[in-house]
């Protein structure tokens, strides 16, 4: 019996020792094998889109014209007067005809526009000075400053959203040649009512040319540079053992 037990011990550590060297020798070659895990391969990089060839300055010319599309635009309508730039530029014209007729009825009130050159020695303080610009650029026909910006920021039908703000601006030109204020925007000698029917005929349409025209160069800078949008590709970054060794 204890023959028998010296026997099966001395078995059982020779399977052991032949397991282990199995073990050892199946450790070894996976160690010295050539071929990277698949985390740790970094031969390949990472594909990045070529820009491409830029457009003839006559391509770009042609292809930023769109056709009128009058129905989709007047489907649009809500979306079209709806946009910042739309409502943005009709404040304006309102805040600054309001202001301009408020700081300058007193001041029209006490010029002698009998005199050669009635606003001799005088003076406008900042408020109307603003008001004035706003009314010049925002109000006066045409407004072109209003409907460059609806052009150039609005998505579609940007003719559309230039016309609405041209006849707020005509309305608000109309209510500043009703009170005293008039003076200082109509020529000596002028008459109102022409001015009016002027701003009214020129502003709506004027407003909306500008601002198609606006829209136009828009999209032919967009398709003159069409790689200006692109993102740049992301440099990569060196890890801490990457520069453990480059400090060594």
Not at 131 to 138: I, K, P
């Amino acid at each position: 019996m204890a023959r028998a037990k010296r026997t099966d011990r001395t078995e059982a550590r020779r399977r052991y020792r032949a397991e282990q060297a199995t073990l050892a020798a199946e450790d070894a070659g996976a160690t010295h094998d050539p071929t990277p895990a698949p985390s740790q391969r970094t031969g390949s990089k990472p594909a990045t889109a070529q820009p491409g060839p830029r457009p003839s300055i006559r391509a770009a010319f042609s292809g930023a014209i769109r056709p009128l599309d009058l129905r989709s635009d007047l489907r649009a309508a809500p979306r079209v007067l709806t946009h910042w730039a739309v409502l943005g530029a009709i404040a304006i014209a309102i805040v600054s005809s309001i202001a301009f007729v408020v700081s300058t009825n007193e001041l029209v009130q006490s010029v002698d526009w009998t005199a050669a050159d009635p606003l001799a020695g005088k003076q406008f303080n900042t408020v109307t000075s603003i008001a004035f610009l706003g009314v010049q650029l925002f109000v006066l026909a045409p407004p072109f400053a209003g409907a460059f910006l609806i052009g150039f920021t609005a998505k579609r039908a940007s003719w559309l959203g230039g016309l609405a703000f041209g006849i707020v601006a005509a309305i608000c030109f109309t209510a500043i040649l009703q009170s005293p204020s008039w003076r200082l925007l109509v020529q000596p000698g002028g008459d109102s009512m022409t001015a009016i029917a002027s701003a009214a005929a020129i502003s709506p349409v004027g407003a909306a040319l500008f601002a198609s025209i606006a829209a136009w160069y828009r999209r032919f800078l967009e398709l003159a540079n069409p790689n200006r949008n692109q993102r740049q590709p992301a440099k990569p970054q060196q890890g801490r053992g990457n520069m453990k060794a480059a400090r060594r």
